[in-house]
């Protein structure tokens, strides 16, 4: 019998790190990809459209934790959107057993900051101030 991975046991590394505090999310997401389509349609030919393949499309990967004071990963996203200073890194997504081993990991190559966002300050609710961080990636492959 295979056992299936569950989805709120995962860690995630940014430029090989695993910083206590840079390497805890409340939640991953953004882990997509699909081929992108052309149609050609062919002279004297009213039957069909050809639809040809023209590579793979990523969705932006987002990560989503408890707003830190201070953390190289802010640095890191302050430095691109404030100052435009970019310094792609790789970031790894592993969901872990119970032995806190990898099951599956997923690479992002060359992830760079796009968006940083923080939830609403609601007085009425008793909760965390989250921050969403946006990335954009060249690729991502399944370890």
């Not at 968006?115 to 690729?139: D, G, M, P």
Request: hydrophobic fraction near 40%; charge should be negative; aromatic fraction near 12%.
């Amino acid at each position: 019998m295979t056992d299936l991975a569950v989805a709120f046991h995962y860690e995630v590394r940014v430029g090989g790190q695993s910083d206590d505090v840079d390497a805890r999310f409340q939640e991953v997401s953004g882990l997509s990809a699909e081929v992108g389509v052309e149609e050609f349609r062919e002279g004297g030919l009213n039957e069909y459209v050809h639809r040809l393949p023209t590579g793979a499309k990523y969705g932006n990967l987002v990560l989503k934790r408890g707003i830190v004071a201070s953390s190289g990963l802010s640095d890191w996203c302050r430095k691109a959107i404030e100052e435009f200073v970019f310094d792609p890194r790789d970031v790894e997504v592993s969901l872990l057993d119970e032995a806190h081993e990898p099951i599956l990991t997923w690479t992002f190559t060359g992830a760079y900051p796009l968006k940083w966002s923080v939830s609403t300050f609601n007085a009425q609710q008793n909760a965390l101030a989250i921050e969403s961080l946006e990335l954009a990636y060249r690729k991502f492959r399944k370890v």
